[in-house]
């Protein structure tokens, strides 16, 4: 069997290519540059070719597979990427499309970077290929963009506020999505993927304030996280991240008892704790503060 992944180079994808290796699957990931192809393993083959730009020449990358995973980044292109490779998919004969959608879909389709992953949902179910759907909350691993104010400043700048999310470590979503790849009685299922509980902004502050030893304040303010990721990503996404926000902030992304389960039985053991997340880093980050 030939996996394909598309989107195999980010928080997600250099995980779930690790686990696919070791389990000696064979392996291809499509790339949109080749600087991005230098950072697949050598046991894969890469094929890095933009999608959009030319997708006669990325349908090579499909020839002879059977499964394409999907993982395709937040873009303004992100349907239309999303929809070639489906129809590429499809006229190559593949036979098996897993796809990384969202948690809290139903709701959240409205917000810009989200909506995207229900127009492809759609187009999957009636492409008449097997299917299974991922649908992660919020990642553990974003914490890491705002390590800086962290360390040097004491301020957890990720304003989730007071409902909480059930934020889910990203190796958990790559076990999940290898599992689902290699096994079987996983067509048709969407598989909500979160952690063991719900955590709100003023809780995730506190948890780094025990692990790091000194006091971490929780900025709620939107405004404030916009003006530190704003340097680093395009204006488009910074204001539509403040719209997620927003809509976190008043109504969370909750999981539940039923979720849990299914992922507790999909992985074999319950997923990461948070707090165990947050002291492996602070371990690995410590540095003295400024």
Not at 149 to 171: K, N, S
Request: proline letters at 6%; hydrophobic letters at 45%; charged letters at 20%.
């Amino acid at each position: 069997m030939t996996i394909l992944v598309v989107g195999g180079t980010g928080k997600v994808g250099t995980h779930l290519l690790r686990h696919l290796l070791e389990q000696k699957e064979a392996v291809r990931v499509l790339v949109h540059t080749p600087e991005r192809a230098a950072l697949v393993p050598p046991q894969a083959e890469v094929f890095a070719v933009d999608v959009v730009e030319d997708p006669e020449a990325a349908s090579a990358a499909f020839q002879g597979v059977d499964t394409v995973f999907m993982l395709n980044a937040v873009t303004p292109q992100e349907t239309v990427e999303g929809l070639l490779v489906l129809a590429i998919a499809k006229a190559a004969g593949v036979k098996r499309f897993v796809y990384q959608s969202a948690h809290s879909l139903s709701r959240l389709h409205r917000l810009p970077h989200v909506g995207a992953k229900l127009a492809i949902e759609e187009a999957v179910k009636s492409s008449g290929l097997a299917y299974t759907f991922i649908s992660p909350n919020h990642f553990f691993q974003n914490d890491e963009d705002t390590r800086e104010a962290l360390l040097r400043h004491g301020t957890y700048l990720h304003p989730f506020g007071e409902v909480g999310c059930w934020r889910v470590d990203v190796r958990d979503v790559a076990e999940a999505a290898a599992r689902v790849l290699t096994s079987g009685g996983h067509d048709g299922k969407n598989y909500a993927l979160i952690g063991p509980e719900n955590l709100t902004g003023p809780q995730c502050a506190e948890a780094w304030a025990n692990a790091l030893g000194r006091p971490v304040q929780y900025e709620g303010d939107i405004g404030a996280y916009q003006a530190a990721i704003g340097p680093f990503l395009p204006q488009w996404l910074v204001f539509d991240l403040g719209l997620m926000l927003t809509e976190v902030g008043e109504h969370g992304m909750l999981g539940s008892a039923e979720e849990l389960d299914a992922l507790t039985s999909l992985l074999g053991r319950p997923p990461r704790r948070y707090d165990d997340y947050v002291a492996e880093c602070a371990a690995k980050w410590q540095v003295p503060v400024l």
